[in-house]
């Protein structure tokens, strides 16, 4: 670090201002992977509508006040 102090404040901003978005691209890389290697939450709600999908196909006549029916 001893040639850092010799440059000018504009290039001391350049080289802070690089390593910090390199930082946080690193960051924000290793999050998209950690949270998009499992799809649980996706997984959960696919489950669920299809559960809420067969549960409205094997009760059709036991809901008479759908939307249109009068």
């Known amino acids: 670090m001893v040639g850092f102090g010799s440059l ?4 001391k901003n350049l080289v802070v201002g ?5 930082f946080v691209f690193g960051v924000y890389y290793y999050t ?7 799809d649980e ?3 959960a709600i696919d489950k669920f509508e299809d ?6 196909d094997a009760t059709p006549a ?3 006040s759908t939307p249109g029916s009068s």
């Open 62 to 64: 036991a809901n008479p």
């Open 51 to 56: 559960l809420k999908k067969k549960d409205a």
């Open 41 to 43: 939450l996706q997984v």
């Open 32 to 38: 998209m992977r950690a949270v998009g290697s499992t």
């Open 8 to 11: 000018a404040p504009k290039t």
């Open 18 to 22: 690089g390593g910090l978005t390199g």
